[in-house]
């Protein structure tokens, strides 16, 4: 058995997230004070008690998944049950966390890009206010003509974000080129389109006024060889030097997330196990619909 660890992105929070973990296990309890520590302020509080708008505010909703994501992988590390993997990737900000687990990134400046990262998101989405749509039932192809036909009639315009799992795909940018986006896609036969609960366009040109200034806080941030195999977002390839991690996390807050692409390529390099680390269990769910088969487990 050959096995990958998949790291989530934002959407998987709950309140509560993690506090049943940290009631049982010293080892999960501790990263999350560690979090705090380097945060100074109670983000274990906020993940195990809410406020709920607290923390599905994207400044505290990134380090909080990020936190609970290095604390599941410190309990599955410690046991020694679970193989250790061939490969790791994260969906968007997990990349953050699947970093931070084979050593590219330190746990401490790992929460702290997830902390900023947020931060400059949050305020691109003040400042140019977007918004997200999952469109089901539509394949790649046509999505991607209805995108660029909404974004000759609307400016900020719409692309495609998150490629997820075939049939689920979500779109980014603009809020009027999104809708029409959407009216597009249905008209062209998709089954269904669910606006997102959010006001930031992630993975889109929206993203490009604050890509800089995180390329910048990246570059400033020690960064070593990854010990394991990271499969990125933007290429859906491996990468595990220092240079290319940088590149790869200033190109993905505009880039498109090739999930799909990225999942084929582990189960085509013989990975047949995958152990999703984090709150709930998206990433699980997604690659049972990629991959025919494949065995899922999520801890978290």
């Known amino acids: ?20 973990q940290a009631q ?32 599905n505010d994207t400044v505290n909703t990134q380090p909080a998944i990020f936190t609970h994501s290095m604390a599941m992988y410190e309990m599955v590390r410690l046991s020694g049950e679970i193989e250790a993997p061939a490969f790791v990737a994260g969906h968007s900000l997990g990349e953050l966390s699947a970093l931070c687990a084979v050593g ?30 999952a469109v089901i039932g539509l394949d790649a192809e046509a999505l991607e003509a209805a995108c660029q036909e909404a974004s000759r009639q609307h400016t900020p315009g719409v692309v495609v974000a998150n ?12 809020k009027a080129a999104v809708a029409a986006a959407a009216a597009i896609a249905k008209a062209k036969g998709a089954k269904r389109v669910v606006m997102l609960n959010v006001s930031i366009a992630s993975h889109s040109p929206l993203m490009a006024d604050v890509a800089d200034a995180f390329a910048r806080v990246v570059e400033a941030t020690p960064i070593a060889t990854a010990t394991v195999p990271v499969v990125a977002n933007t290429s859906a390839r ?33 990975v047949t196990h995958f152990v999703e680390l984090g709150p709930k269990d998206v990433l699980c769910g997604l690659i049972r619909r990629i991959v025919e088969g494949a065995e899922t487990r999520a801890i978290g």
């Open 163 to 174: 490629d997820n799992a075939p049939g689920q795909i979500v779109i980014s940018g603009g």
């Open 104 to 133: 590219a990134l330190t746990f401490e400046d790992g929460v702290k890009l997830a902390r900023e990262r947020g931060r400059l998101m949050k305020e691109s989405g003040e400042r140019t206010p977007g918004s997200m749509a």
């Open 1 to 20: 058995m050959t096995t990958a660890y998949v790291f989530p992105g934002q959407g998987s929070q709950f309140v509560g997230m993690g506090l049943e």
């Open 238 to 270: 491996p990468i595990t030097h220092p240079d290319d991690i940088r590149a790869e996390l200033a190109a993905q807050l505009t880039a498109p997330v090739r999930w799909v692409e990225s999942v084929r390529f582990m189960h085509d390099q013989g």
């Open 24 to 55: 049982h296990r010293p080892i999960a309890k501790g990263v999350f004070a560690r979090a705090d520590a380097v945060l100074g302020f109670p983000l274990s509080h906020l993940c195990w008690h809410g406020p709920e708008a607290e923390l």
